[in-house]
């Protein structure tokens, strides 16, 4: 664990309405222990220097608390773009969880992404906060197969037992469902995983799947991700480069098939697919400038 020190926690989201309707990003931790080939986030631009080592903000919690007192504007905050919320570490240091509080205390709506399963700790603060505000939980599931997902994602709970959460967080009656990102080309883009995915989803009551059939891929990311597939299946990565080049995004080559037995599949399954359906499903109008008890939590 290493510390950093910043000005701000929060910042205003401009994609908003295209992304999960978020109103605010914010992340408490840089890098990630987790160890997924594939994380955009290691890329150049995001400026996160030795990415495997988990580092959080000098006083963060204090950071925030000034932020979200001064927003006239109590709208959605997103937890875990660029860093897991829920990384190892946070289950001592409890960074995540005190945010949440705050989050509650200033009557702030939430949205996370994570693949982890301590999010489970928090369901009593995202069940209170949902009361009042707008709650989204994205969990990211890549593959159905545990096997594959153990080396893809060697640091993360299983498949099968991110569709166990995803199960209890519908159970309390969060909004929750799948984040189907990315879809890793001659990896997980196949109709049996699609179909499993889109099952194992149903079964657990999902709110829904939202996928780009494809993944990301610059810079540095792409070296990395094409070191640890040399690693793991030896010559792939040269199939990478012959059909792909040096382009940004890398949609998988059975796109329109794998789309097309997706969105079918969900609608017959009653599962939301489009953004501004998911947005519209658990996102709540907040007043603007409501003046906030400072005694209420």
């Known amino acids: 664990m290493e510390y950093v020190k910043t000005r701000t926690i929060m910042t205003k989201s401009d994609q908003g309405e295209k992304w999960f309707g978020i109103d605010y990003h914010m992340n408490l931790y840089k890098g990630c222990s987790f160890g997924c080939i594939y994380c955009d986030s290691r890329s150049d631009c995001y400026h996160i220097n030795n990415f495997d080592v988990v580092k959080t903000k000098v006083d963060a919690l204090e950071i925030l608390e000034q932020e979200l007192s001064s927003k006239g504007y109590r709208g959605v905050v997103s937890f875990g773009t660029l860093s897991d919320p829920y990384n190892p570490e946070e289950e001592r240091l409890e960074i995540t969880r005190n945010a949440l509080k705050l989050i509650l205390k200033y009557g702030f709506g939430v949205s996370i992404d994570t693949k982890s399963d301590l999010i489970l700790r928090d369901i009593d603060l995202l069940t209170e906060i949902a009361k009042k505000n707008s709650v989204i939980i994205k969990i990211s599931i890549t593959t159905s197969d545990d096997a594959l997902a153990r080396k893809i994602e060697p640091h993360v709970p299983s498949s099968t037992r991110r ?85 940004f995004v890398c949609s998988s080559l059975q796109y329109r098939h794998l789309m097309e037995l997706f969105l079918n599949l969900c609608h017959q399954n009653g599962i939301i697919t489009e953004m501004e359906d998911i947005i519209a499903a658990y996102k709540k109008e907040v007043p603007m400038n409501e003046q906030i008890s400072l005694f209420e939590f």
């Open 163 to 247: 569709f166990r959460v995803l199960k209890e967080l519908r159970d309390s009656g969060l909004f929750a469902g799948v984040l189907m990102t990315p879809v890793l080309p001659f990896l997980t883009d196949t109709e049996d995983n699609i179909r499993e995915i889109v099952s194992q989803s149903k079964s657990v009551n999902a709110n829904f799947i939202y996928t780009k059939m494809g993944m990301n891929l610059r810079t540095n990311q792409r070296t990395y991700y094409y070191k640890k597939l040399d690693e793991l299946y030896p010559g792939l990565s040269s199939d990478y480069e012959a059909v792909y080049g040096n382009k």
